[in-house]
Structures are given as structure tokens and as C-alpha cells.
């Protein structure tokens, strides 16, 4: 299932990307060709590190790497080429890695790893932008620091990634704050235990023949 998903993800992440061009166009092919490009190399990249580290490559590696490419070029697609997404997709898998094993070090709460992938592969992206952007990809873009343009888009895109990672923790500092007034922001342990759909919805997500808190159990909540 969790390949299944993230090859639907994979799939609809073509129309995300090459869809921004607005058009069907060279900047939509170019998009949707670096879009795919960035994920096979980063799902690739991933499979080699679990490899290394663990003497065991994972399918799940693999759909996390492919996440991590798609999450990468994404703030690219449009101003790079076929190499730089080579690159990208390669570097932001050892990047999201490391990322996600400091979970362990600072033991907070992410389930699905969203910050170590989404945030940080996000991060990175956007800086890497600054980085292999180039006018022959796109003329209305800007010349990165690996083609000559100097260090100005580089220091725009820290910029930017700045000012978002900054808007992102005031405003959730806010929104916690918030929340904490209504209610407590997380479940019992007993309810994460038998599992969230049960304990909050009443029902199992997964239908069987003994639907409940083993089968819940079964799979690993």
C-alpha cells in the first residue's frame, strides 16, 4: 500500500509541477521531466545510503527518497535541467536521511517524518535553486551560482527559506497556543495504543475478520 501511494503521489506530482508552467509548453516538459528525473535519483540515493548504514535497502527507503526528490525539485522545476536534477535529487536524500535520524536525538514527535523530508527537503530545494537555476532553462528566471550569476539568487532563496521557517514557527507557537485553551493537543496513550481510528472514530480502518484492538495492533499501532 505504501508504494501503491507513493506512486500515486509520484504520478499526480507531474500535474503539480509541469502544471505550473500553465500551459503545455518547454517550461511544462522541462518541469515535468526534471520532476521525475530528481525523485528517481533521490529514491536511488536513498536505497544506497539504507544500504550502507544498514546493509539492508528498504521499498520504504524508496518511496521516502522519491518523496524527498519530488519535495526538492519542486521549488525548482521550471529553472533547471536534466543534470542538476541529478544532483539535487542525489544530495537531498543523504540531506532528509540525517535529518529524520536527529528525530532520535531530539525525540520529537513525527510520525510520518514530515519535517525531515517535507520541511528540510523543502529547505533545501529552494536553496538549491539559488544554486543550478539557469536562463537557458528558463529566460525569465535567473542565472544560478553554478552558471555565472554570481551569488545574488543564492542569497534570495536563504532569504526567502529564512522568512518562511520564521512565519512557520511564530505561527504555529500561536496556533498551539491556541489550541491548548480547548482541548490538550494530543491523546491518552491508551488511545494511541488500540489506535487512533478506533479511539476517536469508533471504527477500524482495516476490515477483517476480528476488526478491533488486535487487529489494530497487527499493524503496528
Known amino acids: 500500500m505504501t508504494l501503491i501511494g507513493a506512486g500515486l503521489l509520484w504520478f499526480g506530482w507531474f500535474g503539480f509541477n509541469a502544471g505550473s508552467a500553465i500551459g503545455s509548453n518547454a517550461i511544462a516538459v522541462s518541469a515535468f521531466v ?37 519535495v526538492a525539485i519542486t521549488p525548482a522545476a521550471g529553472y533547471v535541467g536534466p543534470l542538476s536534477a541529478v544532483l539535487m535529487g542525489l544530495t537531498v536524500s543523504l540531506i532528509s536521511f540525517f535529518a529524520i535520524k536527529m ?16 520541511g528540510v527537503g523543502g529547505m533545501f530545494g529552494a536553496i538549491a535553486t ?15 551560482l553554478f552558471h555565472h550569476g554570481g551569488a545574488g539568487l543564492l542569497i534570495k532563496q536563504f532569504t526567502g527559506v529564512a522568512i518562511a521557517v520564521c512565519w ?6 500561536v496556533i498551539v497556543k491556541i489550541m491548548k485553551i480547548f482541548g490538550s493537543l494530543r491523546v491518552q496513550d491508551e488511545a494511541e495504543d488500540s489506535g487512533l481510528d478506533l479511539s476517536e472514530h469508533g471504527e477500524s480502518a482495516y476490515a477483517g475478520p476480528s476488526a478491533g484492538v488486535d487487529e489494530m495492533s497487527a499493524f503496528g499501532h
Open 34 to 70: 526534471v520532476t521525475h528525473i530528481a525523485a528517481a535519483a533521490a529514491g536511488l540515493s536513498w536505497v544506497l545510503i539504507e544500504w550502507i548504514a544498514y546493509k539492508r535497502p528498504t521499498a520504504l527507503g524508496m518511496a521516502t527518497g522519491a518523496v524527498a526528490g519530488l
Open 103 to 118: 528525530k532520535e536525538k531530539f525525540h520529537y514527535d513525527d510520525a510520518l517524518d514530515v519535517f525531515g523530508v517535507h
Open 130 to 144: 539559488g544554486i543550478f537555476a539557469t536562463k537557458a532553462i528558463n529566460s525569465s528566471g535567473a542565472d544560478g
Open 168 to 173: 512557520a514557527a511564530i505561527a504555529t507557537i
